[in-house]
């Protein structure tokens, strides 16, 4: 079955660091683009970020860039987000998102809950 | 960066309606545009692409329209499994934007 399937729900505190992931399976992982994609409670969609796991290659939204850094190990076909000190404005469901040809985001992850309280 | 720009940002309809939601973007980003439906608590799921191509197994009442700055889903006999928030996306030079998201609620 072509999946992505992420890491399960994290509670932390302020300060600490977390690193989420998601693994494809079902489709040659290294040959598509994989997004990450931020949703805070009761809000929109925001693109945070994305992959090339077959170069590595990473592009950031400026939003994003310096607070979080996005990695891939094609051996075990996963992609990762991790941040290295979260603040309770991290609190949100986190996608990732398997990028088509044309740009749109064909395959989605079921979505990991990272919230962040003293 | 490019600005999404959807409207409106609630809608209410009725089940069997024709329902338009519109998004702008602040400069041509020629056809790279989504669209995706999400409802409460689960994942988005794409529904158009390039604009107008319709994803596999998506219901052909669902459609898309544009070019250049100004796109519309349109879809063609609101069923009820349709009310949920919509959302647009661009994808122009490893840069992806989304809109803000249009509620469908039931009217």
């Known amino acids: 079955e072509v999946q992505l399937v992420q890491s399960g729900a994290e509670v932390k505190k302020p300060g600490e660091a977390l690193k989420i992931s998601c693994q494809g399976s079902?489709?040659?992982?290294?040959?598509?683009?994989v997004a990450w994609v931020r949703q805070m409670p009761g809000k929109g969609l925001e693109w945070m970020g994305i992959?090339?796991?077959?170069?590595?290659?990473?592009r950031y939204s400026p939003s994003f860039e310096g607070r979080v850094t996005i990695s891939a190990d094609n051996s075990i076909s996963t992609a990762v987000l991790q941040w290295s000190s979260l603040k309770a404005s991290d609190t949100a469901m986190y996608f990732c998102?398997?990028?088509?040809?044309?740009?749109?985001?064909?395959?989605w992850g079921q979505g990991t809950s990272v919230t962040v309280s003293s | 960066d490019i600005q999404m720009t959807q409207s409106p940002s609630t809608l209410s309809a009725s089940v069997g309606d024709r329902v338009t939601i519109t998004c702008r973007a602040s400069?041509?980003?020629?056809?790279?545009l989504a669209w995706y439906q999400q409802k409460p608590g689960k994942a988005p799921i794409l529904l158009i692409y390039?604009?107008?191509s319709l994803e596999s197994g998506v219901p052909s009442r669902f459609s898309g329209s544009g070019s250049g700055t100004e796109f519309t889903l349109t879809i063609s006999g609101l069923q009820p499994d349709d009310f949920a928030t919509y959302y647009c996306?661009?994808?122009?030079?490893?840069?992806?934007?989304f809109g803000q998201g249009t509620k469908v609620e039931i009217k």
């Open positions: 390039r604009a107008s």
């Open positions: 400069q041509s980003i020629s056809s790279w």
């Open positions: 079902g489709f040659n992982f290294h040959r598509y683009w």
């Open positions: 998102a398997r990028g088509s040809t044309y740009g749109a985001l064909d395959l």
């Open positions: 992959i090339y796991p077959g170069d590595s290659k990473t």
């Open positions: 996306q661009q994808y122009t030079g490893y840069s992806w934007t």
